[in-house]
């Protein structure tokens, strides 16, 4: 039967069925469904030839009418462009219109005089086109001007062009962006692949990118991508293939094959989680888009969800048109498509939220229908519904020889992407055999984590008022500063002499408290820079009677925050909890402080984070400054001439063992070498009682003297450098020695280096 025959047969069955009943019309539609999957689908016959300078040439004979479509497919796109010089693929397209070495005028007049039809050029992010279809007589007037602009155009490339060009595609991307929503292409194309990917740009390119493009830039990418052997020439139509080759060596034979060129096969950039952001756009209605990444154009599950995204959103009897637009009316529009390219792609699921309606219901509804769909599969009546609108839409494309779409661009898609120019039978063969299964099993591979969820929301542009407010007198003068009323700080020492402040304040029911130990770099032992930053970040790894994860389960059972921290002077155990929790909280406080374990296993991973770290030290400018610094301005024998960083040498940090850091403990981590500051939601008496429980069997010791005497202003000035192969820029540190923190000038020290560099507004 032929694709004619077999319309007429519908159109007849149809007008049979309106007298019939609907359950009979039903069963005849379903085997009606069934005769049309059956009919095999009309060949695109073709041959190929390749050329000796590498041009593809591909042929195929349709003799319905008088005309041959041209169209040529260069194998570049954005995707070869690189981050900081997007557009160019696009702006190339552009200059391929201005003329050529051989004919300088525009490209479209000699196609207007013969009636050529079709004509036009488009890119996207893997190749760049340009087609036309012209009677059977032109063919060779078309080969011509399509080999002239491949073989010899940059002479006629000029500045001017140039300029004008930019200026063309500029205006065509303020044009895209100036409609309604279309916001979402830059967000979603930055968003659903990663920096750096050769899809995370648009092709239309940034503003900033267009403005630098130089002639240079223009003449490179011409070069690089614009060989023969980077094209595919299709000629379809009234003509014979061997003619086709003749004509085709004569104009381009001549065209040099341009440079081997890399290219990326694969990179689908899967997702997991969820991405959610939103947007304000000046537009009459929100919008919900949801999306996913999946695979490329030529694979079978990329092929699957295409009919999933039909289920979707294809005809009025769709699930999303159905539930969203016609039963609930929350949504004015529901859509779902796939954006199918050479190395990645997308799938959509989108609504525009009907007026008056929460943005939130329809996002519901999209997941709802998504998750019936992943769990439940399409029933029997579905599947038949795609694979027959599937082949139906083939047919139509293919009645065709070119302009969009069309036999030509059939071929030429899967020559460039696929296995070769018939790989439309392997996507046909997919769908023919595909059942509900493969489409839901396909569906829970790629559509069941990753999403990227963007929300337009319409823009309110508010209303202004008139205001009283004299400008022109300057800003208004600034008052006295209110008064600062703090809580007052109540002291207590605990029988094993530790001092405690408390700031009482039940603002909030939370309780913090900070151990501040007089003991930080600067009293690591001689010769072992980083003791001190090991042994606090040790302290919650594990006691006597608790791992690590322990604790750690523990604490997150109560909402309890425990945190260890080292600075030159100080080291410090911080604690915050809700009031409630209070007492379980603080047991296991006093024992991480009382009681650490330093467990061999964790000291051997922290330990070699802390190498780790040292080693990125030595790699960023500002930390090698901090390392190299004190030693010049305390010497390499005062506590201070220790890397700044705290973390100490890889040497030092080699040598440490856990007893090492247990000797640590317990020379510094003294009652009496402490000061426990609490604020918060808690009474001094019943803080009191409960520190004298968990800190029973602390006990009071003698404490090492740090070795932090005076050091004096060095005499003279020095200058020291480092060197840093394959720095961009040079860092300068500038300093010396100034008084310890308990100088009496301070707040005006503090206030004088401030107004010299520390602010914005600083000198």
Do not use: C
Not at 304 to 326: E, H, I, M, Q
Not at 593 to 611: A, G
């Amino acid at each position: 039967m032929t694709v004619k025959t077999f319309t007429q047969t519908i159109t007849w069955l149809l007008s049979a069925l309106a007298v019939v009943s609907t359950t009979a019309g039903l069963l005849l539609l379903s085997q009606l469904a069934i005769s049309a999957q059956e009919t095999s689908m009309p060949p695109v016959p073709f041959t190929r030839f390749v050329l000796d300078n590498g041009l593809t040439l591909i042929v195929h004979e349709d003799h319905k009418a008088p005309v041959v479509a041209v169209n040529v497919w260069y194998h570049v796109g954005s995707k070869n462009e690189q981050s900081g010089k997007t557009g160019f693929a696009h702006l190339f397209e552009h200059l391929m219109f201005n003329g050529s070495e051989h004919f300088n005028d525009d490209y479209f007049k000699p196609f207007d005089r013969v009636g050529a039809t079709g004509m036009n050029g488009t890119t996207n992010a893997d190749r760049t086109n340009y087609f036309q279809v012209v009677p059977t007589s032109a063919v060779d007037m078309a080969l011509w001007m399509e080999s002239d602009r491949m073989g010899h155009l940059l002479g006629a490339v000029d500045q001017g062009k140039l300029d004008e060009q930019r200026g063309v595609v500029q205006n065509e991307k303020r044009q895209g962006e100036n409609q309604p929503y279309g916001v979402t292409r830059q967000l979603i194309t930055e968003n659903t692949y990663p920096p750096g990917h050769p899809y995370s740009w648009s092709t239309i390119g940034s503003m900033a990118d267009l403005d630098a493009a130089s002639l240079a830039d223009v003449q490179e990418w011409f070069q690089t991508y614009y060989g023969a052997a980077n094209a595919v020439l299709i000629l379809a139509g009234d003509i014979d293939p061997e003619v086709a080759r003749d004509k085709v060596e004569r104009y381009f034979g001549d065209i040099p094959a341009g440079p081997p060129i890399e290219r990326d096969t694969e990179w689908i950039a899967k997702r997991t989680g969820t991405h959610r952001a939103q947007v304000h756009d000046r537009v009459p209605q929100s919008r919900v888009y949801m999306v996913w990444n999946i695979p490329s154009w030529k694979t079978q599950d990329a092929k699957f969800l295409d009919l999933v995204s039909d289920l979707f959103a294809a005809g009025k009897t769709s699930r999303l048109y159905k539930r969203l637009v016609y039963d609930s009316q929350v949504a004015t529009d529901a859509r779902s498509y796939v954006n199918l390219r050479e190395i990645g792609g997308l799938f959509y699921l989108d609504a525009t939220v009907a007026p008056g309606v929460d943005a939130r219901l329809v996002e519901s509804a999209l997941r709802e229908e998504l998750e019936r769909f992943l769990a439940n599969g399409l029933t029997a009546q579905e599947l038949q519904r795609l694979k027959t609108n599937y082949r139906t839409n083939f047919v139509r494309s293919i009645e065709r020889v070119g302009g969009f779409g069309g036999k030509s661009d059939l071929l030429a898609q899967g020559e460039i992407y696929g296995d070769g120019p018939d790989h439309y039978r392997q996507q046909l063969e997919w769908v023919d055999t595909a059942n509900a299964d493969d489409l839901k099993s396909a569906a829970q591979r790629w559509l069941s984590d990753g999403v990227y969820i963007l929300t337009v929301l319409p823009y309110d542009e508010g209303v202004t008022t008139t205001v009283s407010v004299d400008r022109s007198t300057g800003v208004p003068a600034v008052g006295e500063p209110p008064a600062a009323e703090f809580p007052e700080v109540q002291t207590a020492t605990l029988s094993n002499g530790l001092d405690v402040r408390l700031a009482q304040r039940s603002a909030t029911p939370m309780v913090t408290l900070n151990l501040q130990i007089d003991a930080g770099y600067a009293a690591d032992p001689y010769g072992s820079p980083g003791t001190a930053s090991l042994a606090m970040d040790m302290l919650d790894e594990g006691t006597h009677t608790s791992d690590s994860l322990q604790i750690s389960e523990a604490l997150e059972t109560l909402g309890a925050r425990l945190g260890t921290r080292s600075n030159l002077d100080m080291s410090s155990v911080t604690l915050s909890v809700l009031t409630d929790y209070f007492t379980a909280a603080l047991d296991i406080y006093a024992d991480v402080i009382k009681n650490p374990s330093f467990p061999t296993v964790e000291f051997t991973r922290l330990k070699n984070q802390q190498l780790a770290r040292i080693r990125r030290e030595k790699s960023s400018p500002n930390q090698i400054a901090l390392r190299v610094f004190p030693k010049l301005v305390y010497g390499s024998n005062h506590a201070y001439g220790a890397p700044l960083t705290g973390s100490g040498t890889e040497t030092a940090v080699s040598g440490l063992s856990r007893e090492d850091l247990a000797i640590f403990h317990e020379r510094w981590i003294r009652p009496n070498n402490a000061t426990l500051v609490v604020v918060g939601d808690i009474a001094m008496d019943d803080l009191q009682a409960h520190l004298e429980r968990v800190f029973s069997g602390w006990d009071a010791a003698e404490v090492p003297t740090k070795n932090i005497e005076p050091v004096d202003h060095q005499e003279t000035s020095g200058i020291y450098l480092v060197d840093r192969p394959g720095a961009q820029q040079s860092l300068i540190l500038v300093g010396h020695v100034a008084p310890p923190k308990n100088y009496d000038g301070e707040i005006a020290l503090q206030a004088m280096n401030t107004i010299l560099g520390g602010s914005f507004s600083s000198r």
